[in-house]
């Protein structure tokens, strides 16, 4: 094994590792793929040999183990702990960092998972295998430190393991204090402390941008006891002054290089935590203290540095991933503004004054050199944009403020010129800052401001910096959807419409330049567009759909970018509801334009757009009044299983299904594929988390094809629903299950229904009454469910001889009585205790391999449109029909109601104008 090629080696790494992390987990409802022989030999074998290879192949195994472990550790991998901790005392680095680095892979979880008596029971667990000997171990490494400090390839090993070591004890007091690190405070404080203020020259890089082992300890370290000063501070408070004092002397020692930002911004954190608790109040009560923190850490940590320039002119991207989405809680900028935060929190008033005069102070300086010193304008834009911010939402932007500036003659003074300044690329930083600000402050300024400037950000769109034109796109995305205190729209399609073709053509000129082909807030920015343009976009169908198709046609190619994508589909859909609603000829335009490149993303297999294909196809189908030859065509390969395996593709292909039966009965008989429609049903009942699908591909069935087609299959259907009855009932199924049972005693008459059950074992209808409708029938939800239950059940009352008379006549009150309940009563959301988790976990939502576009949104369908109208009606109209036939019979059945069902009853009967 050792001769081979390392590259190869390197890749059956990969390779197993992602086939553990594809098959490992054993889903309900799916074959197992990885025997249990084959398991358990993986589980005894992984970990010696993952600490035996060289350090690439050992990082795809130590990420193969932590996968397992998520699965099987502790329950099924008991021997995993201690067959890790015996590693410890081999006194080899590498098996030791290898060992240390899988415990961080498997615990860092703690960090994020929801309290809950199992997690405790999993945590208590490996406290009493892992805390001592990492205890011990830390002892050894920072005693192996101090007599290595000279080696420098030595000392650099060592402080990675260390830095594992301090990421464990992170993961591992993340939850609660655990009683052993407690006791032992002391001892790990004591080597935190002098691990951050002990330099060592050897682990000092050269290279400005790289981040050493050094600052990654460190920056590690302050995370540890910013948790405890945040979570622990009784227990913390002795060692807190001298934590205190060695982070702010490596805050105002460290420089601006982009390799101590992490370290830096992780101290500013630990000092945040710190400002916002009440035991500490006093350290910052001192004017000159603030005044300190103020100009030493945060104004010098606000600096837009050359670092920060060459990002937003080299990589648009990561600076705008870093400033408007929120994920730069790791740069300086970010850090500093939430210690104003902290700091404001109990000293707001003053914080308030000192950075008025700094923002006063940097804009007076910009003035006297407007070219040279735009620095300072957009430090003192940052300083209103971040601080004045009291509250914000991602909806809303800001809606509460603090009285740094008044945020509406700041706009007018410092922010509007830019944004009317005739040259739209000059400066871009500022422009983007001023983008940033309307952005920022939309739901607070006044609606005015926001309706002037909107024709600006469209023209920002063509600018010629990615971060300027993207912010355009992002802001007018935000502002199309900003509303007044009072809930009304701000912006109003008649806003726009001059605008619309300007608007259409700048968001497609942003994403053709270069770099920008796949700019997910431009598309989102048409989606909205559209959304609030309605009707206004038809006049520019033609170009919309050209230029969306050619943008599918090439992302299709190699899709990378999931939110482009995702609002490119969106797009399409809107585009076709909106402009397929006044006129539905123009269905055929958008399928000639779409067909094709479905077509290749079909035949390609492009499993992340398959879902998004057969949704669009849904919509148009759905707008069709018969099936065209094309979706025929398509019908037997949607009906092929490899298709069917992907859970991603269920909800749209069994949507596109319902409408190809539902748009052509006929053609789908004549297809000769009937049995196969049904093994998609038959698979689909058997799943707890997609029965619903099965059910929704009967009844359209049901509902659509000519019931002599189906006769010979209508047996076999039943008994599949009832052996998936007997052997796994869910509240999920059963309420399905008598939606079903109504609709075809609808569709096919009540006495066929009885029949039919009944044939498969004497007198079973009546245990369907006792034990499923009088049971399970108030559990019915959703207003059509409802209105299908309720027509269904008053056929089986008022059309089925059977009911009134021999064994079922004593189930006729009962069921009637059932049926005003539904009516009347709330719903029943109660669930069987050992049924409580498989509600959670596996009702049908969100799946990772399935988007559901928001715009595809598909109309309920009623059954019964044109027929019954008020179900409840309908029960006293059937009832009368049924006394008329049958005199005297109701009258002493119905005697027998609930005198609230009765009076209930009554009132129905009032209101349809009739009488029994």
């Keep these: 094994m050792d001769s081979l090629d390392m590259i190869i080696r390197v890749s059956a790494s990969i390779t197993f590792k992602n086939f553990i992390k594809r098959n490992w987990r054993i889903i309900d409802d799916e074959p197992n793929r990885i025997s249990d022989s084959d398991r358990s030999t993986v589980k005894s074998k992984i970990v010696d040999l993952m600490l035996k290879m060289p350090e690439q192949i050992q990082r795809q195994l130590s990420d193969a183990i932590s996968i397992i472990g998520r699965e099987d550790f502790p329950d099924k991998w008991h021997d995993l702990l201690p067959q890790m901790v015996s590693k410890f005392s081999s006194g080899d680095f590498h098996v030791i960092n290898g060992v240390l680095r899988t415990a961080h892979s498997l615990f860092k979880r703690y960090r994020h998972e929801f309290k809950s008596q199992t997690l405790w029971t999993e945590i208590k667990l490996v406290l009493d295998n892992f805390a001592a000997p990492i205890t011990e171990l830390m002892k050894a490494m920072t005693d192996f430190a101090e007599q290595h400090e000279n080696n420098a390839d030595g000392i650099k090993v060592i402080y990675s393991s260390i830095t594992l070591i301090a990421k464990l004890f992170y993961s591992l007091n993340f939850q609660d204090l655990p009683e052993y690190f407690e006791d032992h405070i002391k001892q790990w404080m004591d080597h935190f402390h002098k691990l951050l203020t002990k330099d060592i020259p050897l682990l000092h890089t050269t290279d400005e941008d790289e981040v050493g082992p050094l600052e990654l300890l460190r920056s590690q370290i302050c995370d540890n006891v910013a948790l405890y000063a945040q979570k622990y501070d009784e227990e913390f408070q002795p060692f807190l002054p001298d934590f205190v004092t060695a982070i702010w002397n490596l805050l105002v020692t460290t420089n601006e290089q982009v390799k101590y930002d992490l370290l830096v911004s992780k101290a500013i954190q630990f ?93 007076q300086e910009y003035a006297k050199n407007p070219a040279a010193n735009w620095k300072s304008k957009d430090m003192a ?25 008044n945020i509406a003659d700041f706009f007018n003074v410092n922010i509007a010129p830019d944004l009317v300044s005739p040259n739209i690329d000059d400066v871009p930083v500022l422009k983007a800052d001023a983008i940033k600000y309307l952005m920022t402050f939309r739901s607070v300024l006044p609606p005015e401001i926001v309706k002037t400037y909107v024709p600006r950000l469209i023209t920002f769109l063509t600018a010629q910096s990615p971060v300027v034109n993207t912010y355009a796109a992002h802001a007018l995305e935000r502002a199309f959807t900003v509303k007044t205190p009072e809930g009304k729209p701000v912006l109003h399609a008649d806003d726009i419409k001059p605008h619309c073709q300007q608007l259409m053509d700048n968001l497609f000129l942003a994403m053709n330049k270069a770099g920008s082909e796949e700019n997910e807030y431009a598309m989102k920015a048409l989606m909205r567009s559209f959304s609030l343009l309605q009707e206004n976009i038809i006049p520019y169908q033609n170009f919309i759909l050209k230029n969306l198709t050619l943008k599918l046609k090439a992302v299709s190619k190699n899709p990378s970018k999931p939110h482009f994508n995702h609002y490119l589909f969106e797009s399409l859909c809107l585009s076709i509801r909106i402009c397929c609603k006044t006129n539905s000829a123009h269905v055929n335009l958008f399928e000639q334009e779409l067909f094709p490149p479905f077509q290749e993303i079909l035949l390609a297999d492009v499993q992340e757009f398959v879902p998004y294909v057969f949704q669009i196809m849904s919509i148009l189908l759905e707008k069709h009044d018969t099936c065209p030859q094309a979706y025929m065509e398509l019908f037997p390969h949607l009906l092929l299983p490899v298709l069917w395996e992907r ?24 297809s000769q594929k009937l049995g196969a429609l049904l093994g998609v049903f038959q698979k689909l009942i058997a799943s707890k988390n997609h029965d619903h699908e099965g059910f929704y591909i009967l009844q359209s069935m049901i509902e659509h094809i000519n019931p002599t087609a189906l006769q010979d299959f209508l047996g076999d259907i039943f008994m599949l629903l009832f052996q998936r009855l007997t052997s796994s009932k869910t509240t999920k199924y059963v309420k399905n299950l008598l939606v079903f049972f109504s609709l075809y005693a609808v569709k096919y008459g009540s006495s066929n229904l009885i029949t039919i059950v009944d044939g498969i074992q004497p007198k079973m209808f009546g245990m369907v009454i006792e034990k499923l409708f009088l049971l399970d029938m108030q559990k019915i939800s959703g207003h059509m469910e409802k209105k299908i239950c309720a027509v269904g059940v008053s056929k089986i009352l008022t059309e089925a001889p059977a009911m009134l008379e021999g064994d079922y006549l004593k189930q006729w009150t009962p069921l009637l009585q059932a049926l005003v309940g539904l009516f009347e009563l709330p719903e029943d959301e109660s669930i069987p205790d050992d049924e409580h988790f498989i509600e959670i976990e596996e009702t049908p939502g969100y799946q990772a391999a399935y988007s559901q576009l928001a715009f595809a949104g598909k109309k309920v369908h009623d059954p019964f449109a044109g027929t019954v109208d008020n179900p409840k009606l309908f029960l006293a109209q059937s009832l009368s029909k049924l006394s008329s036939a049958h005199p005297g019979k109701l009258p002493p059945l119905v005697s027998t109601l609930d005198p609230a069902a009765l009076q209930y009853l009554q009132v129905y009967i009032q209101q349809a104008n009739v009488s029994i």
């Design 271 to 363: 000092l945040a935590s710190v400002a916002e608790r009440p035991h500490y109040k006093n350290l910052f009560e001192s004017q000159d203290v603030l005044t300190g923190i103020c100009e030493k850490v945060i104004i010098s940590n606000m600096n837009f540095r050359p670092a920060d320039e060459e990002l937003f002119e080299d990589n648009p991207d990561e600076y705008i991933r870093r400033d408007i989405e929120g994920s730069d809680i790791d740069t300086r900028r970010r850090s500093a503004c939430d210690l104003v935060g902290s700091l404001c929190k109990f000293f707001e008033e003053a914080v308030i004054t000192i950075f008025s005069g700094y923002v006063q102070l940097m804009l």
């Design 647 to 670: 859970t991603g593709n269920i909800p749209p292909l069994v949507r596109l299904l319902m409408a190809l039966i539902q748009k052509g009965p006929q053609q789908v008989v004549a």
């Design 381 to 405: 834009i940052y300083l209103v944009t971040s601080l004045a911010s009291k509250s914000k939402t991602a909806k809303h932007g800001t809606t509460e403020t603090r009285q740094l500036v």
